[in-house]
């Protein structure tokens, strides 16, 4: 009752590895948010007994004061969990539109499992936002900051992809296991949704 659900929450998201993420706690969440309406109906409840009793509530200091101070920390302790677990997540999501592609069916399937709908909407309005942003300036700002020492990259094709993919100028098919030299933009989607793995000797 007293901000555990928030702890919990906070702890179940710091337990993922760093920038990875888990499956949204719907369940864990939701009994959060029933804890922090448990403490403000506590809270409500103290503060009416103490204006029916003609108390000050900014000043009196009896164990109803307290009790409704107990409650507010509570509740506010809990919304900030609920806020920096909503906000942890978003960030992830954010940064999977950079590394790895601004179409949802970029991500690989089990990253879109673990999505929740409102943040399968998220990465789509941010995709949305960056796209036309970037085709405002005329720069594409989501492939790398430095720029590589070769345009061109080995790679090792890791997972099956589709026949006849076009790349550039030139229709390639990528059987698995088979190598290529390719032009590191044509390259780098399949090597952040892990089809392709860059060769460097």
């Known amino acids: 009752m007293y901000g555990r659900k928030g702890y919990q929450l906070v702890k179940d998201f710091a337990s993922s590895e760093k920038g990875q993420i888990k499956p949204f706690n719907s369940k864990l969440f939701d009994e959060t948010v029933e804890e922090c309406n448990q403490n403000h109906h506590v809270l409500q409840s103290l503060i009416r007994k103490m204006q029916q009793e003609g108390l000050d509530v900014q000043s009196n200091r009896n164990a109803d004061h307290y009790g409704a101070l107990i409650h507010h920390l509570s509740l506010t302790r809990n919304k ?9 997540r978003a960030e992830i999501v954010r940064d999977l539109a950079w590394t790895v592609g601004l179409e949802l069916l970029d991500l690989p399937p089990d990253i879109q499992e673990r999505l929740a709908t409102l943040e399968k909407e998220y990465f789509k309005n941010h995709s949305v936002a960056l796209k036309s942003y970037m085709g405002k300036v005329g720069i594409e700002l989501n492939v790398d900051m430095v720029p590589p020492k070769d345009p061109y990259i080995k790679v090792r094709v890791v997972d099956d992809i589709d026949e006849g993919i076009v ?4 229709t390639t098919n990528f059987a698995r296991h088979s190598m290529h030299f390719l032009k590191r933009t044509d390259a780098e989607p399949y090597i952040a949704r892990g089809l392709m793995e860059e060769l460097t000797s």
């Not at 900030?80 to 942890?88: E, G, V």
């Not at 790349?167 to 030139?170: A, E, G, V």
Request: glycine fraction near 0%; include cysteine.
């Open 80 to 88: 900030r969990c609920l806020m920096a677990y909503a906000y942890n």
């Open 167 to 170: 790349l550039s100028d030139k």
